[in-house]
């Protein structure tokens, strides 16, 4: 049973920045779906970011195109999530996901996954 473990969660001001990494216990698939899913207190979970196993296929919601950066180390099993310009909305728990053994890779399919970590807290003062 795969595990994942995010961190680098932490406390900024707004314009700031913060890496997140979602490391994998083991080897998950040759062909898997990663991403990253935030949920702020009293909301639903949202899909942030994913991306496939080749690293060259990669979603983003919306909300975070243009200032969140995911990105991949399959050597190492992690998948990286750049935040910049960090914003308060952006305050919440960030959850990784997986799924393996797929051709395809998105949001959607990632709120099915079969593997998710605990999360790691982002908070984002003004």
């Known amino acids: 049973q795969v595990q994942l473990a995010e961190s680098g969660g932490g406390s900024v001001q707004a314009g700031g920045s913060l890496r997140l990494s979602c490391a994998a216990s083991g080897h998950i698939s040759y062909r898997d779906c990663m991403g990253w899913f935030r949920q702020a207190p009293g909301k639903e979970r949202e899909g942030v970011a994913s991306?496939?196993?080749?690293?060259?296929?990669?979603t983003y919601a919306d909300s975070v195109k243009g200032r969140f950066t995911i990105s991949r180390d399959n050597a190492k099993n992690t998948v990286y999530l750049q935040i910049d310009s960090l914003k308060p909305e952006d305050t919440a728990m960030y959850y990784c996901?997986?799924?393996?053994?797929?051709?395809?890779?998105?949001?959607?399919?990632?709120?099915?996954?079969?593997?998710w970590g605990q999360g790691t807290q982002v908070t984002v003062s003004s």
């Open positions: 991306i496939y196993s080749t690293g060259d296929r990669t």
């Open positions: 996901a997986a799924v393996p053994w797929v051709n395809s890779c998105s949001l959607l399919m990632l709120r099915s996954a079969n593997y």
